[in-house]
């Protein structure tokens, strides 16, 4: 029976299928030649510090892809950010394992990319409300990937209602230009009325006031049809923009000027960390899409860098079982795991399977907070990358 969908099923995940298909033919000769190495394995990006920070994510989902499996697993906490080095190293049979490589990268990779994205965007504008609003540009069923690595970066919020289910999050959301276009042109009023009425209490009334006329104009007619009106979002397209800056700065001073300084202003639509940087000052929040969910996988790569005791790894990569550091100045340090650290530095490379048992718990917030923690202390700062949209 042909499936519905081109997903993927967890099923074939955990067993090994949703692998590159040069891995079957190493477990074929590997069997055929009676080898089973004991290996360390390394997942890598940098070999070398570059100062180029980026967050882990994935970590939980790379976790449970070894349940079950005769492997030990260590790995640097999820929200830590890492400059070169090994994220994680896999020890044990490598028969065990070998099958699991396509989809450990994935996992961590994909993720990785887009909490270092919503990173930039929440360092961009530290004292603003900033939403995912991303998962429309990725494929469904990723959207719990893409907003839990969000949440690990520090925003305030989701969008996607299924995601919020798998993590346990309320997922956010008001109105889009859809609702106002199904009352017609001219009838904004009976649309925002009509949200008023139906969405329950605890449901922030935010109004989209840029469908049909100019933004300062709908503002003022949102503000007056709504009684506890709390925002008005202004999502203007980016071939009509103009200077966006300029449009919510109006925006602002005309509500002002007409007793609205209770009514915030919430923008979306586009907006990258330059963006957020320059407007911060000028609306309470955001909301964030492409620019975190459309974000480029990090390369990671997994090499064998130990057999059967004896350094070992392909040419280009550093042989041997490695540690990375966290100093108290903030630096980042790659060693070999038998060498004396640096002094004061904390390993970061910590137990996460044993035997193939899952031995940490994955909290969220408490590593939502570690990533802020930690991008404190290496002073991370946001990429001047533009607008993604």
């Given at each position: 029976?042909?499936?519905?969908?081109?997903?993927?099923?967890?099923?074939?995940?955990?067993?090994?299928?949703?692998?590159?298909?040069?891995?079957?033919?190493?477990?074929?000769?590997?069997?055929?030649?009676?080898?089973?190495?004991?290996?360390?394995?390394?997942?890598?990006?940098?070999?070398?510090?570059?100062?180029?920070?980026?967050?882990?994510?994935?970590?939980?989902?790379?976790?449970h892809?070894?349940?079950?499996?005769?492997?030990?697993?260590?790995?640097i906490?999820?929200?830590?950010?890492?400059?070169?080095?090994?994220?994680?190293?896999?020890?044990?049979?490598?028969?065990e394992?070998?099958?699991?490589?396509?989809?450990?990268?994935?996992?961590l990779?994909?993720?990785?990319?887009?909490?270092?994205?919503?990173?930039?965007?929440?360092?961009?504008?530290?004292?603003?409300?900033?939403?995912?609003?991303?998962?429309?540009?990725?494929?469904?069923?990723?959207?719990?990937?893409?907003?839990?690595?969000?949440?690990?970066?520090?925003?305030?919020?989701?969008?996607?209602?299924?995601?919020?289910?798998?993590?346990?999050?309320?997922?956010?959301?008001?109105?889009?230009?859809?609702?106002?276009?199904?009352f017609?042109?001219?009838?904004?009023?009976?649309?925002?009325?009509?949200?008023?009425?139906?969405?329950?209490?605890?449901v922030?009334?935010?109004?989209l006031c840029?469908?049909?006329?100019?933004?300062?104009?709908?503002?003022?007619?949102?503000?007056?049809?709504?009684?506890?009106?709390?925002?008005?979002?202004?999502?203007?397209?980016?071939?009509?923009?103009?200077?966006?800056?300029?449009?919510?700065?109006?925006?602002?001073?005309?509500?002002?000027?007409?007793?609205?300084?209770?009514?915030?202003?919430?923008?979306?639509?586009?907006?990258?960390?330059?963006?957020?940087?320059?407007?911060?000052?000028?609306?309470?929040?955001?909301?964030?899409?492409?620019?975190?969910?459309?974000?480029?996988?990090?390369?990671?790569?997994?090499?064998?860098?130990?057999?059967?005791?004896?350094?070992?790894?392909?040419?280009?990569?550093?042989?041997?079982?490695?540690?990375?550091?966290?100093?108290?100045?903030?630096?980042?340090?790659?060693g070999?795991?038998?060498?004396?650290?640096?002094?004061?530095?904390?390993?970061?490379?910590?137990?996460?399977?044993?035997?193939?048992?899952?031995?940490?718990?994955?909290?969220?917030?408490?590593a939502?907070?570690?990533?802020?923690?930690?991008?404190?202390?290496?002073?991370?700062?946001?990429?001047?990358?533009?607008?993604?949209?």
């Amino acid at each position: 029976m042909t499936e519905s969908f081109d997903i993927v099923s967890p099923e074939q995940i955990r067993s090994g299928r949703a692998t590159d298909a040069y891995f079957d033919r190493t477990i074929e000769a590997l069997d055929h030649a009676g080898k089973n190495p004991h290996v360390v394995a390394e997942v890598t990006a940098d070999q070398f510090p570059t100062g180029e920070w980026e967050l882990l994510a994935g970590l939980k989902d790379a976790a449970h892809l070894f349940e079950g499996r005769g492997v030990d697993v260590d790995a640097i906490p999820e929200g830590r950010l890492f400059d070169g080095g090994p994220v994680a190293r896999i020890e044990g049979p490598y028969r065990e394992f070998c099958r699991l490589e396509t989809a450990l990268l994935g996992f961590l990779s994909h993720a990785t990319g887009v909490a270092t994205r919503a990173l930039e965007a929440r360092r961009a504008a530290p004292d603003s409300q900033v939403l995912s609003f991303g998962s429309r540009h990725v494929h469904p069923s990723i959207g719990a990937m893409v907003e839990r690595s969000a949440l690990l970066a520090g925003l305030d919020g989701i969008s996607n209602v299924a995601a919020g289910e798998v993590l346990d999050r309320a997922a956010g959301g008001t109105m889009p230009h859809a609702l106002v276009i199904c009352f017609g042109r001219g009838n904004q009023e009976d649309a925002w009325r009509a949200f008023d009425e139906a969405v329950d209490a605890d449901v922030p009334r935010i109004t989209l006031c840029d469908t049909y006329s100019d933004e300062v104009d709908e503002s003022l007619r949102a503000a007056a049809a709504i009684e506890d009106l709390e925002s008005v979002r202004i999502d203007t397209t980016g071939s009509r923009r103009g200077d966006f800056e300029h449009i919510l700065k109006e925006v602002r001073w005309t509500l002002d000027a007409h007793g609205h300084e209770d009514v915030g202003i919430f923008a979306s639509g586009g907006l990258g960390p330059t963006e957020l940087a320059r407007l911060s000052g000028v609306v309470e929040g955001f909301g964030v899409g492409g620019y975190v969910s459309n974000a480029d996988p990090v390369d990671f790569a997994l090499d064998i860098v130990e057999v059967e005791g004896e350094p070992a790894a392909k040419r280009g990569k550093l042989t041997g079982t490695k540690q990375v550091y966290r100093t108290p100045d903030g630096g980042h340090h790659v060693g070999l795991a038998d060498r004396a650290g640096p002094t004061d530095g904390q390993a970061l490379l910590e137990p996460l399977v044993r035997d193939g048992t899952v031995v940490r718990e994955f909290d969220l917030d408490a590593a939502a907070q570690r990533a802020a923690d930690d991008a404190d202390a290496v002073g991370f700062e946001p990429v001047d990358g533009g607008t993604k949209a």
